[in-house]
């Protein structure tokens, strides 16, 4: 006869082992990297294209309506998120830190190749955030679109690009000077810049010894069951 008060345990323990056998281990990670490009563009001709900039990499963005200066774009490193990980969630965070018109801003992101260049200013087809900007000196922190950066994971992208642009382009609408990273320039000296925080899990596949000698103990169980 059966015991069934010890068989219950037991198959508890079988279910676990095959569980663990047929799933990778998870891992949470959560990263922060810093801006590694940057760039302010701006549309001299009026013609919907960006084709002018400011100075390339010098730790100041300006974005603002209709003017000579619009847009900024930067990009961050990407390479500390391995292929084949759930991005769980996305942040950016900026310094405002000088003349601001208060109002609506949006971010669009795009696949970056490590340097801000006047083409990126014009990659707005995929919207991953919007916030508003309010009178004074602050820094802001932004939920990203979370698929968007599963999709540049996905692609094994090496930077992720973000274009900010004011919601109104047409006349001296919303934006401000912001500091990217940690410059020389007066304004932005001593102050942590933009960074880009990102929640995933790695999924990473337990140790082939490990398992392999798991799942052998596993088979063997069910073996030497069968045969009483
Ligand atoms: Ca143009
Ligand atoms: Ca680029």
New binding site residues.
């Given amino acids: 006869m059966i015991n069934k008060t010890r068989i219950a345990p037991l198959l508890t323990t079988i279910s676990s082992l095959i569980l663990l056998c047929s799933s990778a281990v998870v891992n949470a990670t959560l990263i922060t990297t810093v801006t590694s490009s940057d760039l302010t563009v701006s549309?001299?001709?009026?013609?919907?294209?960006?084709?002018s900039s400011l100075s390339a990499s010098d730790g100041f963005i300006r974005v603002f309506g209709s003017g000579t200066l619009q847009r900024g774009v930067w990009e961050y490193d990407l390479s500390a998120v391995t292929a084949g990980s759930t991005v769980n969630s996305t942040s950016v965070l900026f310094e405002d830190r000088g003349t601001t018109v208060a109002g609506d801003m949006l971010l669009y992101g795009f696949a970056g190749d490590g340097i801000a260049s006047i083409a990126d200013g014009d990659l707005t087809s995929s919207l991953i955030g919007s916030f508003t900007f309010v009178l004074g000196d602050l820094d802001y922190n932004i939920a990203l679109d979370t698929s968007f950066f599963q999709g540049l994971v996905d692609n094994n992208a090496s930077y992720a690009g973000i274009v900010m642009v004011s919601s109104n382009e047409s006349s001296f609408g919303p934006g401000a000077d912001i500091c990217s990273y940690d410059s020389t320039l007066s304004l932005c000296a001593g102050t942590t810049g933009s960074s880009l925080t990102i929640d995933f899990d790695v999924a990473s596949v337990p140790e082939p010894s490990v398992l392999a000698l798991m799942c052998l103990g596993l088979a063997g169980l069910g073996f030497s069951r069968k045969r009483k």
């Fill in positions: 549309d001299s001709n009026s013609d919907g294209f960006m084709d």
